[in-house]
């Protein structure tokens, strides 16, 4: 059984046309979707906990053009999503719907793949939704957005998803947080030249740090926090003349070894502190 919306919800675009924020949360029983996308000042849509909606297609956009002012799509606990249309047709010229993408959360949306490209937002947020990462890139299509940002947690990462994260080359952040299994960052990470900051969080079994770290010449901040098996840093560092602030916490190998014999490793770092 599927619970129908209200009829003036099918037609929002008419009823609502200023209406820029949308919640739905636990509606167990929908199995489709309202043209949300015909909304013309939408900026920000959130859905969570809807268990029978597995596709988002064409018919959510409306016109063309109706999604320029979507900035913030944030997805939670949508365990059946399977399939997001992100283009009017599967070719390759044209723009995407959501053009104008600035933050893409997606946590527990374990099915997910953007079809046939993901949005390229410009901060990606994922936490056990790995298929959001793009596998092809994002084609010809035209974009104003950038990704800049990017968060993966809690999740034992195939060598595939690592692949695909060498589609967000242009990344100046990158967050890993509480993933599981990962004893040193993979060779995939090498690819974003323009990192500026590395957070690593509650990454339990991560062990060592490689000595490639040091050609990431562009990293200016690196944050390492509750990674206990963690006890040196590579002495590539020293070549990361632009690295300026270095913050540990929760480390405990690591904070003895930096206060003895790896202790000539930060002299070049202006600002060191331990947590």
Same mark, same amino acid.
């Given at each position: 059984?599927?619970?129908?919306?209200?009829?003036?919800?099918?037609?929002? @675009?008419?009823?609502?046309?200023?209406?820029?924020?949308?919640?739905?949360?636990?509606?167990?029983?929908?199995?489709?979707?309202?043209?949300?996308? /015909?909304?013309?000042?939408?900026?920000?849509?959130?859905?969570? !906990?809807?268990?029978?909606?597995?596709?988002? !297609?064409?018919?959510?956009?409306?016109?063309?053009?109706?999604?320029?002012?979507?900035?913030?799509?944030?997805? /939670?606990?949508?365990?059946?999503?399977?399939?997001?249309?992100?283009?009017?047709?599967?070719?390759?010229?044209?723009?995407?719907?959501?053009?104008?993408?600035?933050?893409?959360?997606?946590?527990?949306?374990?099915?997910?793949?953007?079809?046939?490209?993901?949005?390229? @937002?410009?901060?990606?947020?994922?936490?056990?939704?790995?298929?959001?990462?793009?596998?092809?890139?994002? !084609?010809?299509?035209?974009?104003? @957005?950038?990704?800049?940002?990017?968060?993966?947690?809690?999740?034992?990462?195939?060598?595939?998803?690592? /692949?695909?994260?060498?589609?967000?080359?242009? =990344?100046?952040?990158?967050?890993?947080?509480?993933?599981?299994?990962?004893?040193?960052?993979?060779?995939?990470?090498?690819?974003?030249?323009?990192?500026?900051?590395?957070? =690593?969080?509650?990454?339990?079994?991560?062990?060592?740090?490689?000595?490639?770290?040091?050609?990431?010449?562009?990293?200016?901040? =690196? /944050?390492?926090?509750?990674?206990?098996?963690? @006890?040196?840093?590579?002495?590539?560092?020293?070549?990361?003349?632009?690295?300026?602030?270095?913050? =540990?916490?929760?480390?405990?190998?690591?904070?003895?070894?930096?206060?003895?014999?790896?202790?000539?490793?930060?002299?070049?770092?202006?600002?060191?502190?331990?947590?």
């Amino acid at each position: 059984m599927s619970i129908d919306f209200p009829r003036w919800m099918l037609d929002i @675009s008419s009823n609502l046309p200023h209406l820029t924020t949308i919640f739905l949360v636990d509606l167990n029983q929908c199995n489709c979707l309202p043209p949300l996308g /015909r909304l013309p000042n939408l900026r920000a849509l959130t859905l969570m !906990g809807m268990p029978n909606i597995k596709n988002v !297609g064409r018919e959510f956009y409306g016109d063309y053009r109706s999604c320029q002012k979507l900035r913030i799509i944030y997805l /939670r606990s949508m365990d059946s999503l399977e399939e997001w249309w992100t283009t009017r047709s599967s070719a390759e010229e044209g723009e995407f719907l959501i053009p104008n993408l600035h933050l893409l959360v997606a946590l527990d949306c374990p099915k997910l793949k953007f079809i046939p490209y993901p949005p390229r @937002s410009m901060v990606w947020s994922l936490d056990n939704s790995n298929h959001v990462l793009p596998e092809h890139g994002f !084609g010809n299509l035209l974009s104003s @957005s950038s990704p800049f940002y990017l968060t993966i947690g809690e999740a034992s990462i195939s060598s595939e998803v690592w /692949r695909r994260t060498q589609r967000l080359s242009s =990344i100046e952040v990158l967050n890993l947080c509480d993933v599981t299994e990962l004893r040193i960052l993979p060779d995939d990470i090498r690819c974003f030249k323009s990192l500026r900051t590395l957070e =690593i969080d509650l990454c339990v079994d991560l062990e060592t740090l490689p000595e490639w770290l040091g050609d990431l010449t562009s990293l200016r901040e =690196i /944050r390492i926090s509750e990674c206990p098996k963690l @006890s040196s840093l590579p002495e590539s560092i020293r070549g990361l003349t632009e690295l300026k602030k270095l913050r =540990i916490s929760k480390c405990p190998e690591l904070y003895e070894n930096l206060q003895g014999e790896d202790k000539h490793k930060m002299a070049h770092i202006q600002e060191v502190t331990y947590v």
